[in-house]
């Protein structure tokens, strides 16, 4: 591979791409990084990291209410969305050097400039040049706000980071994480929030149970959500505020409005056409099991390619391609039952089938669920409810699925996500001992079946 300036060149330095370039160079390559805007990426800078914290804050109002029915009496309680914000960017700071730190020691050159493909082994870094034997495209994602008129009056998730005040009034347009993620967070700070989303349920995809339920917990909380909704268009009244118009009739105003419908891949100004890579009828890059495009030494992993979008898959097909590349172990990466989160208040977590999407795959399916008001709210006095389900494929008593509205969601299915991987049945779960006094006791504990005969 001498005469190439790099072994493998990366070009952008999000969860993926830093994981592929790290671990190549342990695997002794000679690897160089282009980032032209901050390391780590949507998650470390503008996502899942900056997201988290703003739960966290938005969660503490229930926690100082919830005090009361526990003897506790606080008063004077204010809550700074500055200060918030200044701690959250002294954290993303101090992450972003951690990104630096792992990549230098592990023997990255970092170019901080944009990348783009001259041919298929040459990138202009900035002002550079470069050759590569192999190239890998992580270059993400970013928000997609569709083309209604004044929607440049909106705001996405981007920006909605650094809001130098919250708005008194907010409306959310979309259904999806983020969309129901940043409703909650809204609705926690202080704000009136009103989600509307263009279909018949919000978090199209995931289980209607939980869909359903979380709607019913969100409305709880003072959530407007308005359904079969779509933006038609945004427009500034005279007093500031912004009146958002309905596709189907009717509108509703806000002091601010974010988009959260959907996020594109970064494909544009990067050469690819002239590399002879191929794109989705979306713009992703399209890859194969081993994250490999069409061009055989350029290969594309996370948000950029049409598969999940989530980090921990992003640094696993990451891993994967470092792996094959230059660790001698042809590896694909596994999209198969991969847990996930959404941390809507309250939180859910999922792994495996849907109830639908195992009626589809099975000839009958078992549905175990139940619903209950966590210990907690017993002194809280909180109006919140608990939601788990276990899907199990009948004939095999293989738990496909596991789902869970509620407290702790994220922390619970992570676990359980082990036990659908490894393929565990019913009887597995049934002989495990519960510990108690715990929600996810119920997991261990569920009795009561419904047999639904599917297509498969
Ligand atoms: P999603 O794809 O999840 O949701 C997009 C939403 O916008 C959908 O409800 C969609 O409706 C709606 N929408 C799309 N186009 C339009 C339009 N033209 N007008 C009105 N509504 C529209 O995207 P997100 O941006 O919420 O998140 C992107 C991805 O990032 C997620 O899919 C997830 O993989 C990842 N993510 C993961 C998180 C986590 O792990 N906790 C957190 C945040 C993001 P419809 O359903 O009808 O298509």
């Known amino acids: 591979m001498q005469g190439y300036d790099y072994d493998l060149f990366v070009i952008g330095g999000g969860s993926g791409g830093v994981r592929a370039a790290r671990m190549s160079a342990g695997f002794g390559a000679r690897v160089g990084l282009a980032e032209r805007d901050r390391l780590g990426g949507t998650c470390v800078i503008r996502g899942c990291v900056p997201k988290k914290l703003l739960v966290y804050a938005a969660h503490v109002r229930e926690e100082l209410e919830d005090a009361a029915g526990y003897g506790w009496s606080i008063d004077g309680a204010r809550f700074s969305w500055p200060q918030l914000i200044a701690n959250k960017d002294r954290e993303i700071v101090r992450l972003e050097g951690v990104y630096r730190n792992l990549l230098e020691k592990a023997g990255v050159t970092i170019h901080a400039a944009h990348a783009r493909l001259l041919d298929p082994h040459t990138m202009e870094v900035g002002a550079q040049r470069f050759t590569a034997q192999h190239i890998l495209i992580a270059t993400g994602g970013r928000p997609f706000v569709p083309a209604i008129p004044g929607h440049e009056l909106g705001f996405t998730s981007n920006e909605a980071f650094h809001l130098p005040e919250l708005p008194r009034r907010i409306a959310i347009l979309g259904g999806g994480y983020i969309a129901v993620e940043f409703a909650g967070i809204f609705n926690g700070l202080g704000c009136e929030v009103t989600l509307a989303y263009r279909g018949p349920e919000f978090l199209r995809g995931f289980d209607d149970d939980v869909r359903h339920f979380l709607h019913a917990e969100m409305e709880k909380k003072g959530i407007r959500i308005l359904l079969n909704a779509p933006p038609a268009a945004l427009t500034k009244r005279g007093d500031g505020a912004i009146e958002v118009a309905l596709d189907r009739g009717g509108s509703l105003t806000a002091d601010g409005v974010m988009f959260a ?66 660790g001698g172990r042809p590896t694909e990466a596994d999209h198969a039952d991969v847990p996930t989160a959404v941390f809507s208040q309250p939180p859910i977590g999922t792994v495996g089938l849907t109830e639908a999407q195992a009626l589809a795959t099975y000839r009958a399916i078992d549905v175990y669920k139940t619903d209950f008001r966590p210990m907690k709210h017993t002194l809280s006095g909180r109006d919140e409810r608990t939601l788990m389900k276990l899907v199990v494929d009948t004939a095999s008593q293989r738990v496909v699925g596991a789902h869970m509205v509620g407290t702790d969601a994220p922390e619970i299915i992570q676990a359980i996500g082990i036990a659908v991987k490894a393929k565990l049945t019913k009887a597995d779960f049934d002989a495990t001992v519960g510990i108690h006094p715990t929600a996810a006791e119920e997991f261990v504990t569920l009795r009561e079946k419904v047999t639904r005969r599917g297509e498969g």
């Open 261 to 326: 419908t959907g996020r594109v891949p970064n494909t544009e100004r990067l050469g690819l056409e002239a590399a002879g890579v191929q794109l989705t009828r979306d713009g992703a890059v399209y890859v194969d099991g081993y994250s490999r495009t069409n061009v055989p030494h350029i290969h594309a992993v996370g948000d950029v390619t049409h598969r999940l979008q989530l980090t921990p898959v992003a640094i696993r097909e990451g891993a994967a391609v470092a792996q094959t590349l230059f």
